[in-house]
């Protein structure tokens, strides 16, 4: 007996069928005697038929407002799964953040939650009622609705773990778990039983989009145990730890990440003093750099490249075609058929031939590598988009194909 957060995805609570299923795992984990705190994504594509909806309307719409829309996906699953339980003659109570009070920060559409007010959740457990509050959202000093970026509701539950010092918080889902690739691009990527909170943050940054980045990140900060289960059968999941024990690689997995672009700035002055006018402009600007590639100068001029979010793309292009001049270039190249394919695991580069084995896969495969970046926990290139699914096979195939 304790104090459980359950989150169910999209997939998971997509239509009466699937919502009266999930209501049914909740109803098991109460009856158990446990206290249960549940966070509910909108139901099945409804976050992208709204957005879908805003561009009818006004394609420039502003992201107060988008907020306001997007967070209406999440307030019609809990009440639904509210009326499935009650349905089953089970005290449950719906919530959306505003009621509970999840303060976020003022920035609309990528909100981070500050702080949780628990009276409200509080005084509902104590009436032994099951607690549903939407996922994605919270409230802003200016009392207006935010939200915490695509796939946020994962956030929204480690936070309210963390804040009720749950015992446990499960993501339930359309997969059984965490596997070494995103199984439906790799047939044969294996489920891992558990993985570090370090390689899960890893792999969710760089693409996985199995959890949200940020609720790793506070699942480590705050100790919550977390564990991502299949919504659909009874089967173990993988559960994200501080420790696990130790594989026969120090490989996480292989994560795939499509959306962002490349831009190249062809014959800037090669002296000193160069890359620091380009990025201090794009940091001056909130633009999100990842990968950069500085080319040899040669004849003295030289190249820069770089990745940023496609959502900063434009204005990104924008503000560096307006600074041609200050920063001194020829052309700027814009390619957004792009991907990032990373290869994850704590330590692996103290693993001699870890990079060329990767590199090797993808030779053979006649994939041809744009750029190149590493760090103690990964290694990710940069490959046409055409050529990504492939890539993403082969490297998992390099590292975990003959494994078994
Ligand atoms: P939910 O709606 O439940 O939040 P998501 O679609 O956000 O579900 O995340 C689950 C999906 O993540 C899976 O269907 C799977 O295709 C994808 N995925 C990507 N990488 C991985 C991985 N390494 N392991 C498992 N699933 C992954
Ligand atoms: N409904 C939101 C989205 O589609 C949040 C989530 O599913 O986690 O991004
Ligand atoms: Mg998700």
């Known amino acids: ?14 239509d009466a069928g699937r919502i009266r299923h999930v ?15 549940v966070v509910l994504s909108a139901q099945g594509d409804t976050t992208d038929d709204l957005i879908e909806k805003a561009e009818e309307i006004n394609p420039q719409a502003s992201k107060r407002e988008l907020d306001m829309l997007l967070s209406t996906g999440e307030q019609i ?12 003659g089970l005290p449950a109570v719906s919530l959306t953040a505003w009621q509970v009070g999840i303060q976020t920060n003022q920035t609309y559409s990528d909100a981070r939650i500050r702080k949780i007010a628990k009276e409200r959740i509080r005084a509902e457990l104590d009436k032994r009622k099951i607690v549903i509050v939407t996922g994605f959202q919270g409230v802003n000093a200016y009392g207006d609705v935010t939200t915490l ?42 489920k891992l039983p558990e993985i570090t909170y370090a390689d899960m943050l890893e792999l ?16 480590k900060k705050y100790h919550v145990n977390m564990e991502v289960v299949s919504s659909m059968e009874r089967v173990p999941g993988t559960k994200v730890k501080e420790v696990v024990k130790v594989e026969k690689t120090n490989i996480g997995g292989v994560a795939k990440e499509t959306n962002f672009a490349r831009l190249s700035l062809v014959g800037l002055e090669d002296c000193p003093g160069v890359a620091f006018k380009v990025f201090s402009l794009l940091s001056r600007n909130h633009v999100n750099v990842d990968i ?38 020829d052309t700027v190249e814009v390619d957004d058929n792009v991907a990032k394919i990373s290869l994850v695991g704590a330590g692996m580069m103290t693993h001699v031939g870890v990079a060329s084995d990767m590199f090797e896969a993808l030779y053979d495969a006649g994939i041809n590598i744009q750029m190149i970046a590493t760090s103690e926990i990964r290694i990710s ?5 055409d050529d990504a699914n492939r890539a993403i096979k082969v490297v998992h195939d390099k590292f975990f194909d003959d494994e078994e």
């Open 23 to 37: 209501a049914g795992i909740i109803a098991e984990t109460y009856k158990a005697g446990n206290d249960v705190i």
């Open 292 to 329: 950069i590639l500085q080319s040899v100068g040669r004849s003295g001029s030289k190249d820069i490249s770089f990745t940023c979010p496609m959502s900063s793309l434009e204005d990104t292009h924008r503000l560096l075609e307006e600074n041609r001049d200050a920063l001194g270039y």
């Open 204 to 219: 969710a940054s760089q693409g996985a989009q199995v959890l949200h980045n940020r609720s790793v990140e506070l699942a």
């Open 149 to 190: 970026g695509r796939g946020g509701s994962d956030t929204s539950a480690v936070a309210l773990a963390a804040a009720f010092h749950a015992d446990l918080c499960q993501i339930y889902t359309d997969v059984d778990g965490v596997y070494t690739a995103d199984p439906r691009i790799v047939p044969n990527a294996r």
């Open 1 to 14: 007996m304790g104090l459980i957060v359950q989150k169910f995805g999209g997939t998971s609570v997509a």
């Open 381 to 385: 290139v940069l490959v046409s988009k």
């Open 77 to 88: 699953s809990v009440a639904l799964c509210a009326m499935a339980l009650q349905s089953m």
